[in-house]
Structure formats: C-alpha cells, structure tokens
C-alpha cells in the first residue's frame, strides 16, 4: 500500500512503480506507423555529471503513458502527435539528500517532425528524521511519506535505527506521515515546514496509534468492477492517503489511521475517475472495516462499420481487421480498436463529451481478411469527421470507408491469384 498524491499533477514514486497497470487503462499509448509520429528531444542540464534519469509522460491532461530509461545527459521520444507533458525524475535512491527535484516540460508533437525541449534540473529539498513507534523503540523499515501543500508525495524506507531522509523535494511546505513496518502503529502527519532546493529540515515522527484495516468493495450498475485499477483512499480526519491495486472489484488497505474515508478511483476501462465516500466503514485499531462504492459515471462510446469505398452503392461489405483511431482536432489519439468479422467497431474508454473529432481508418499489412478477392493493398487510409460524443452514451456514426489506392498498377495488382 503505497502513498499517492491526490491531485492531478505526477506523482514521482507511486507512479513510477504503478506505470504498468496504468498503461493499460486507457488507450491513447498505442502505437502507430512510426511514419504518423514525431520526434521529442533535448539536452537534460545537471550541475556536474547527470544521474542515471527516468523520463515519464503523460498526455496533456496529466494521464499517465509510459516510462523509460535516459542517460547521456539528453533525451528522445517518438509519440503519436499530441501535446504531452515529460517528467525527468532523479534515480538515486530517496534517501540520497543530493537529489535532483523533478523537472516537468510540456511538447507539442507533430507528424514526422522534430520538437526540440531542453531540460534543466534543479537540486532538491530534503527532509530528514528518526521515527519511533507507540512502544517508543525505533521503527525498523518504516514507510515514510513527505506531502507538500500540492499533495505531491516522496516516500522511503527506516533503516534499523529509526532513521530516515527523503531527498530531491520540490520546493515548497511538508509534512511527513507514515505507517511501521508491520503496519500496526500510525499517526497524524509530523509538520516540516518549508524547504528550499539544496536545505532541509529535521523532525522527529511517532507513530503512537494503533492501526486499523478497510476492505472495499467497488460496485458498477452492472455488477463487481472486474478491471484492475490502482485506487487511494484518503482519511477523512487527516487527509493522509494509502494507494492499493484493486483486483475483481476488492482493494484491501492495512496500517490505516482509524476514522472514515473517501475513496479515489482514477478510472479504468469504460469507467470515469471519481471521487467517492467509503460506504458503512469506519476503521477502528485493531480492527478490519468492510465498505463500498459504487461507481455510476462511464465513458461514451462510438459504433460503426468499415467498408469499402467502391461497393457503397451495391452491396456494402463490411471489413475485417481494420485499424480504428479516435482522435481529436489536434490528433491526440483518444481511442483505437479493430474491426470485426462483419467489419464493425465499437470505440470505448473513459472517453468524456467533446465534439470535432474525427475517425481514422487504416488498413493493416499483411492483413488477410479484407473480404473476396481483396487485400490489404487495396487500400489506403480512410476518415470521418466531425463526430460528437457524449458522456455514458453511444454515438453511432453508421459507415466509415476505407478509400482504394490510386497508386499505379492497383487495385489489379492485390488481387488475389
């Protein structure tokens, strides 16, 4: 049960190691045709030699998209085009005061074109501090989180004396709270205070409350939410968080200040984020509370049929195996699917109302399921627009044809034999 902030903005430690199951919630990281993307780079700027980095990105609303190594003092990026904000995040471990802070920068991609960003890190905040538990011994592996009025969070572990320190910080105003090892022992955040790059503070932490424990059961109109997604319940008395992965509609939390909770859910397949009460639970010390939510808001969604151009005023065949794209104005990719058997396809995702976007068709190399007598090279890329969509609702756009090539020597050269 990992700490996550509770805002929009990046979380460095949790969704560092999280990235996984995020990237599979939402769509917008499939890959295209290398040819439909664009190039990111830059040089990354550090006083001395650079520290091994990790580059994170997330699309222009901060949703979470993937992950890499970049070392060599730069960076570079191919992405579908769109407009994404980059985050360069220090390796050296958290207990490590000499820490960059992390940097964010915001590029607009475009289609087989260079956007050039440069990168400059700054060195980071610390806090550092011994942390006891209620028997007033040292809290050997304790979790420690520092919390900045943004609600962005940085976490480490105790060593054996009770000893702690979190580097590269933010500037900015902490407190710090934290849970034992064996996740018996809590509190109320310890204040900080301010922190300047390079400066720090140190606090002492006691954990002197005995912990509870809260099992929560998320609800769709449908039944039990089956899709894994990473969820955080925040403490009604303290504003502290714990992050845990619910699996089959169960997320189960340990090492929790006793009290009533609100529960986070930041979205996963056609189910919107939301912020929910925790339902009939009140964690006691010592004690598993059972709760639940119910999740009501989903995403839109759109329907449709992939045919070919040449056959709309006869018999309309539809095509399999056809790459289906939702895209907005600015060509950030909000959706992709396949077309069936019967050359349908529905788009769906936390997908919100929004209007002027279009449907991109593409046909697949090598594809061999494109009806009698047709191949993949018969065609090219197809589009409709605009389309409108709304919250929790199907728009259905009816038929989207996917053009032939004019290209010399086709159609007759994709015939089959």
Known sequence: ????????????????????????????????????????????????????????????????????KVNGGGYSIWLSPGTYHLQFVDQRPAYDISKFAPTDIKVTVRANALSNHNVKMRKGAFVTGTVVNGQGKPARGARLVAANRQQNSFETTANAKGQFAIGGLPQGKYSVFGWDKQKTWVNKS????????????????????????????????????????????????????????????????????????????????????????????NVHSNK?????VRLTKRGGWVTGTVVDNAQTDVDPRGIADVKVDLRTSTGDLLASTTTNANGNFTLSGPLTTRSGMSIVVTPQNGADSYGQGQQWCMFTTGSKAPVALTTGRQTAVGQVTLPRSTAEGQPDRCLVS
């Open 1 to 68: 049960m990992l700490p996550s902030r509770w805002t929009r903005a990046a979380v460095v430690a949790v969704l560092t190691l999280l990235g996984s199951l995020l990237l599979v919630v939402g769509p917008a990281g499939s890959a295209g045709a290398a040819s439909d993307k664009g190039l990111a780079n830059g040089n990354i700027g550090c006083s001395g030699a650079c520290p091994q980095m990790k580059m994170l990105w997330f699309d222009q609303n901060w949703k979470y998209l993937g992950a890499k």
């Open 190 to 281: 310890a204040w900080a205070g301010a922190v300047k790059p390079g400066k720090g503070r140190n606090i002492a932490v006691r954990l002197t409350k005995r912990a509870g424990s809260m099992t929560v059961y998320l609800f769709t109109p449908d039944g039990r939410m089956t899709t894994k997604s990473p969820v955080t319940v925040r403490s009604k008395a303290t504003g502290q968080w714990w992050t845990a992965t619910a699996k089959n509609g169960t997320a189960v939390f340990r090492g929790l200040y006793p009290g009533r909770y609100q529960l986070k859910f930041e979205g996963a397949g056609v189910w919107l984020p939301a912020t929910l009460s925790v339902q009939k639970a």
């Open 288 to 292: 598993m509370a059972f709760g639940s």
